[in-house]
């Protein structure tokens, strides 16, 4: 059911020091602008390392879903994975028959498409991200 991973969610306390730490490992061209996504609380930068991204994520306030993360892992780290799929709806419906907890509901992400979240204590305690993508990965 599930297609490509698509990015690998990395929490940081400072967008601009993990910027400059991933432009001396991948190159400045690898490493994009970051930006603020208000409506999902984070601020973002991604980091294109070939076969996938990490997409970098500093919370803009307490209410962020990043913020009790960074509380309990000051230093920052590995946060979600997301895998692309071709219709989140679906996807949505089959993993709540499996008893799966589906946070929220969908929203446009970073990539301007609509993603969704499922519950790390249903997922084998990895945060895990749904994307829509037309060829979910495929
Ligand atoms: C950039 C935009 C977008 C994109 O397009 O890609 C993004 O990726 S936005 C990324 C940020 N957004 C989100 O994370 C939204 C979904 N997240 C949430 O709703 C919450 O963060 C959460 C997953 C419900 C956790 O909430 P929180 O208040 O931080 O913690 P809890 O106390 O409720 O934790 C419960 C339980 O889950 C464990 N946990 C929390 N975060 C993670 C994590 N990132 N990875 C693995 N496990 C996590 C936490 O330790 C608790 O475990 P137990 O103690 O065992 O119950
Ligand atoms: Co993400």
Redesign the pocket.
């Known amino acids: 059911m599930f297609g490509r991973l698509n990015?690998v969610?990395v929490a940081t306390p400072s967008i601009v020091k993990s910027r400059e730490h991933y432009t001396r490992l991948f190159g400045a061209a690898c490493v994009g602008e970051a930006f603020d996504?208000p409506e999902?609380g984070?601020r973002?930068c991604f980091v294109d390392t070939g076969n996938t991204q990490l997409?970098l994520?500093e919370p803009l306030n307490d209410a962020s879903?990043?913020a009790?993360?960074l509380a309990?892992n000051p230093a920052g780290g590995q946060?979600?994975l997301?895998f692309e799929v071709t219709d989140l709806n679906a996807a949505i419906t089959d993993l709540t028959a499996t008893g799966a907890r589906v946070?929220g509901t969908p929203r446009i992400?970073?990539?301007g498409t609509r993603?969704v979240?499922l519950?790390?204590?249903d997922m084998g305690?990895?945060?895990v991200?749904l994307m829509e993508t037309p060829d979910g990965g495929h």
């Open positions: 990015h969610g996504l999902q984070v973002v997409e994520i879903p990043v009790g993360f309990r946060h979600h997301c946070l992400g970073a990539h993603i979240f519950h790390p204590r305690g990895v945060l991200e």
